[in-house]
């Protein structure tokens, strides 16, 4: 980082975080969104301007007007914000189970000019209805709340959230179109594919996910496994880095030294 972003990191940091009136949130693609104090992610749009730059140009271009996202795992609001800006004539429906982000999410969802496109529901998703524990660091680093401990970072509490499935809101909500499905759960994204069948195969969307060996063992779940989900399913898999077709374990295990984001795409389409 040069000096003089370093600088304006710094700024942006002490500015948002301590100037009153301001304290708290920031203004983010027509948004003011709020976040715990010494947030992690506060802190990556600090220095990177915009989080994740290259994955939210990924995924507004998959995101198809008249259709819906799926953002699950949205934590503070970081993907839903840019997405319900660039794409207005798209619908994001946010999944957000942990108590550290939830009431942040709920007030930036309240203030938000988007949010008659925007739908927050404060559940963790998974292959089933029912609750599981999960798992809560200190709020800054509520990036890596999930429902195992993967020891990314300290676990504070342990804590009863209800879960959905993917199927079934997306039939409360009337089986809408959707063209894209994000998927950010620190592991156990397998279950939210498997929960997400029916929608899957009717709407074949895009699916955006984080695939990542440090939280992968924690659930006992091999890497291939994603692999053989695409090939039962009629996706191909791609590394969102340099867009490259995963061909087979060996090859995805070398990616997977190299990013943690990986595309799904039907092979149909």
């Not at 998959?62 to 840019?82: A, E, H, M, Q, Y």
């Not at 809408?176 to 397998?190: M, R, T």
């Not at 929608?199 to 440090?214: D, G, K, V, Y």
């Amino acid at each position: 980082m040069s000096i003089s972003k370093r600088i304006r990191s710094l700024l942006k940091r002490w500015y948002y975080t301590y100037w009153p009136g301001q304290a708290g949130s920031f203004p983010y693609f027509g948004t003011r969104v709020y976040f715990p104090p010494r947030a992690h992610l506060f802190l990556r749009v600090c220095d990177e301007d915009i989080y994740e730059k290259g994955n939210v140009r990924i995924l507004k271009s998959l995101l198809k007007p008249d259709t819906t996202c799926f953002d699950v795992g949205t934590n503070i609001g970081l993907i839903s914000t840019p997405l319900l800006r660039e794409c207005p004539q798209s619908n994001v429906v946010s999944f957000e189970p942990s108590p550290n982000a939830q009431p942040y999410l709920v007030k930036t969802h309240a203030g938000s000019p988007f949010k008659n496109r925007w739908q927050l529901i404060p559940k963790a998703v998974g292959k089933e209805i029912g609750r599981l524990e999960f798992f809560c660091s200190s709020p800054e680093n509520s990036a890596f709340d999930g429902v195992k401990a993967t020891n990314r970072t300290e676990v504070s509490k342990v804590v009863s959230v209800e879960v959905t499935t993917l199927d079934a809101e997306w039939n409360t909500l009337g089986c809408p179109a959707v063209s894209l499905i994000k998927i950010d759960v620190e592991g156990s994204e397998i279950d939210v594919l498997k929960g997400a069948s029916q929608c899957i195969r009717t709407a074949r969307p895009a699916i955006f996910l984080e695939w990542t060996l440090s939280n992968l063992t924690a659930y006992g779940i091999p890497p291939e496994s994603i692999l053989e989900w695409a090939r039962a399913e009629g996706y191909v898999m791609l590394s969102a880095a340099d867009a490259v077709a995963i061909q087979g374990v060996g090859q995805l295990k070398l990616a997977m030294l190299h990013t943690q984001d990986f595309l799904l795409l039907p092979a149909d389409k």
